[in-house]
């Protein structure tokens, strides 16, 4: 069922917007296809670029790393070598016996270990006063503190020390990083029996990232305390992060930032990232890497991606809307033209034909519309002459009927018009008044304008209105009959009373509520008459809890209502003929879906309705068939 209302509801769509719907709905299915992969797309394109800038970044680790490895390899090569330590061990007799050792053991043992691990400087610094200071590799231990890269109070006293340091005191003097480890008597002691230091040019450090430099990217190598040991930003070499992140106008901290991030930098963004150096055997720990890449080429790219997207979704959604016009309105003007020629027909002109304008499905359609038109036409032309002879019989036939029914209803108007003398009513009504039984009086007159009704108002059809009359001098009599017995209520829509309604049809079917309905019964009574309207019908009913029947007497009062003309004579003389006079009255005028229905129960209730057609616009005297 709820299937076959969503067919209905799509077929009642006209054809042309059925194509725009469905054609609608494609698109942005394809729309919605396209622009997820399009983001897949840009999210690949994004993974690929983060993954090959993590190459490049673990590349510059990797090679960082491997040059510090060999840089302070230099130490320990010089702690363990014999000869380095018989002459730091040694006292000499004379400033050229040290010069001389010095010469044969220690001067080739350098230039061999300065050539293979790249180091610019070596510094020994010992406790032997025999060895002359040399401001280059002899050095005494008490001078230490004179050095700028030696700190005691942060020194890892049995591990290496790292540092950024200049080496003299000329204007450009540039920057060495430093690697010393210090030597003690024994591991108890503390005191310091020699120091080696190395020293690497910060340029040799550069080289590492300087090819980085040239397409823009910013790399930045810092130890662990945030200092600067070289980067391709060359003004902060030897400064801190702080100081980078002041001279880019950067108000965050950059270190806080995650891995993978854009972020804007002097007004262009970078791709951020870093990671992280830790070396146990060198004492190296929590050093980092700071990679920003220019993010213009990724986010051009990305533009680019959408970009494409977005123009061959308009370039097929231009193509394809053409198409879909194109062939939507061939089919709709050819089924539009078939419509107006079955507009046509149905006007009533069969002499009509439409061209054939293809052999696809419209086609045949037009095929087989010109075919029907054309054996429509011809059976209209044998059939039009027997059926108009026909009609003009049953025109004859109607016109017999209409007086028929006319003499009928005069019939059952007479049947309820009973003769009384009024003059005598008047003067038992006048001899009341003088007597002052004025309420007795009323009732007389009541009763005397009743009956005058019934002989000499020969109108068929009045107003609600005039009925209205009828019924308050009827209660007034019922009234002053019963007294405070029988209950009446009158329940009448004002908006009716000028309608037209048959003569006499409620005051019978109130005088059966009291006589047969409510008077019975032992105790209190209502009985209620009602008007109303529904859409085009007016429906008045009367309703009393009275005795009420049961089902053989509704059976037998249907029989007398409803029942043939031949059985009338039997039951006339047995009460309710009125109701049948009711019922047979508004049948014949306006058909038999309307009339008299009733419904009982016994010793509960009772309630009779009339159905009539609502005709506010009638004028007095008209007459209805």
């Not at 999210?43 to 670029?49: A, G, I, L, V």
């Not at 230099?74 to 010469?103: G, L």
């Not at 120091?195 to 662990?224: C, H, P, Q, R, T």
């Not at 002499?351 to 087989?368: A, C, K, P, Q, Y």
């Amino acid at each position: 069922m709820k299937r076959d209302r969503h067919s209905k509801l799509f077929n009642n769509i006209s054809l042309w917007n059925k194509l725009i719907v469905i054609f609608i709905i494609l698109s942005l299915s394809i729309f919605i296809v396209g622009f997820n992969l399009t983001a897949r797309l840009n999210r690949s394109y994004f993974e690929n670029t983060i993954n090959l800038t993590d190459t490049s970044l673990n590349q510059i680790k990797n090679n960082t790393i491997g040059k510090l490895n060999d840089w302070a390899k230099i130490i320990p090569i010089m702690i363990n070598n014999k000869s380095v330590t018989q002459y730091i061990n040694q006292s000499f007799q004379s400033d050229y016996e040290a010069y001389d050792s010095y010469m044969a053991n220690i001067a080739p043992f350098l230039e061999i270990v300065n050539a293979e691990n790249s180091v610019d400087y070596i510094k020994i610094y010992s406790n032997n006063p025999t060895i002359r200071t040399s401001m280059l590799t002899n050095n005494q231990i008490s001078s230490l503190h004179n050095e700028p890269w030696y700190n005691e109070s942060s020194i890892s006293k049995y591990g290496y020390n790292w540092g950024l340091t200049k080496l003299g005191s000329f204007g450009q003097t540039p920057y060495y990083l430093n690697i010393f480890k210090e030597q003690f008597k024994d591991k108890s002691s503390k005191e310091l029996k020699s120091v080696y230091a190395a020293f690497v040019n910060e340029l040799k450090l550069f080289k590492l990232i300087s090819e980085e430099a040239k397409v823009g990217n910013i790399v930045i190598i810092l130890d662990k305390d945030n200092h600067i040991l070289s980067s391709t930003e060359r003004s902060m070499v030897g400064k801190t992060i702080n100081d980078f992140e002041l001279s880019i106008g950067y108000s965050n901290k950059l270190l806080a930032v995650h891995s993978n991030t854009i972020i804007k930098v002097n007004k262009k963004q970078y791709l951020f990232k870093f990671t992280t150096i830790d070396i146990d055997e060198l004492s190296i720990a929590d050093w980092k890497i700071v990679y920003m890449i220019p993010a213009e080429s990724i986010l051009s790219e990305s533009k680019f991606i959408w970009y494409s997207s977005i123009f061959l979704c308009i370039i097929c959604f231009t193509v394809s809307s053409l198409l879909v016009m194109t062939v939507s309105k061939n089919i709709t003007t050819r089924v539009h033209a078939l419509i107006t020629k079955m507009r046509t027909v149905k006007e009533g002109n069969f002499d009509t034909e439409i061209d054939i304008s293809g052999n696809d499905e419209i086609g045949v359609l037009e095929r087989n519309f010109n075919d029907m038109v054309s054996r429509v036409s011809l059976l209209i032309t044998e059939v039009y002459e027997s059926d108009l002879k026909a009609k003009n019989a049953e025109i004859k036939h109607q016109k017999i009927q209409k007086m028929m029914r006319e003499v009928e209803i005069i019939s059952l108007q007479s049947q309820i018009n009973p003769h009384y003398l009024f003059n005598t009513l008047e003067t038992v009504r006048m001899e009341l008044v003088i007597q002052k039984q004025r309420e007795l009086a009323d009732v007389i007159k009541a009763f005397a304008d009743g009956f005058r009704t019934y002989v000499h108002d020969e109108r068929k059809i009045y107003m609600l209105n005039d009925e209205m009359k009828l019924l308050q001098n009827f209660l007034l009599v019922q009234n002053y009959r019963h007294g405070n017995r029988i209950r009446f209520k009158v329940d009448i829509d004002e908006s009716l009373y000028n309608c037209r309604i048959p003569k006499l049809i409620l005051q019978p079917l109130l005088e059966n509520a009291v006589f047969h309905g409510a008077e019975p019964k032992a105790g209190n009574s209502l009985v209620e008459v009602r008007v109303f309207r529904t859409a085009n019908d007016i429906i008045a009913t009367v309703y009393d809890n009275g005795v009420g029947m049961d089902n053989d007497e509704i059976n037998r009062l249907r029989e007398r209502i409803y029942g043939s003309e031949e059985n009338e004579n039997s039951w006339s003389n047995g009460g309710y003929s009125a109701l049948r006079n009711v019922h047979s009255r508004i049948s014949l005028m306006y058909g038999l879906q309307y009339g008299l229905s009733f419904e009982s129960k016994k010793e509960e209730y009772s309630l009779f309705k009339i159905n009539l057609p609502f005709s506010e616009k009638q004028t007095e005297g008209d007459e209805v068939v």
